[in-house]
């Protein structure tokens, strides 16, 4: 039996998350999971850790790209062996890849340490480019929405207007409103 992993990083790449699962149902996998988590909280990964634990002997664990379901070899491996030990295989579509034989697992491997490398070197990238820019003073992270609202939140408490209903009003959370108004306290 095909079972299908589907994964995004954001609720935001819903469209990512339906082409994933489009492509895994025209696979014929009978049963597809499914997450919109970020692949570095490996525990948060409910979905994952499901698709594991239903995989029976002679399944194959199928998703679209190497990167939907792990991004470092460590964790890549540590899920072929789980498979392994299943006496199951893990498929991955746009490489045209099967675990079932060693060539492909040699592959994996290799190709596990490459994505690996890719990721970090991004990283790396994305570290200095902040870097530079907080030096160049263009760079100052992402402006506070509730902090601002603070004169608002206050102002419209002392004319008895609810925590919820201020929040509501001011499309800021609840907990704000309330951090705010302890602050004032």
Sequence with gaps: MDIGYARTSTVEQRASINAQLRELEAQGCSKVFHEQVSSVDVAA???????????????????????????????LMTILDQLTAKG??????????????????????????VAEFERNIMLERQREGIAKAKADGRYTGRKPTARAKA??????????????????ELGIG????????????
Excluded: C, W
């Excluded at 609840?174 to 004032?184: G, H, T």
């Design 151 to 168: 004169n608002d939140v206050l102002r419209m408490k002392a004319d008895g207007v609810s925590p919820t209903k201020i929040a509501e």
């Design 88 to 113: 199951a295989a893990l498929r991955i579509l746009d490489l045209n890849m099967d675990t079932s034989t060693p060539t492909g697992k040699m592959i994996l491997t290799v190709l596990g340490g």
């Design 45 to 75: 990964r409910e979905q994952l850790a499901q698709a594991l634990d239903f995989i029976r002997e002679g399944d194959t664990l199928v998703v679209t790209k190497l990167d939907r379901l792990a991004r470092s070899v460590a964790h």
């Design 174 to 185: 609840r907990a704000s409103v309330y951090r705010i108004l302890k602050a004032e306290a």
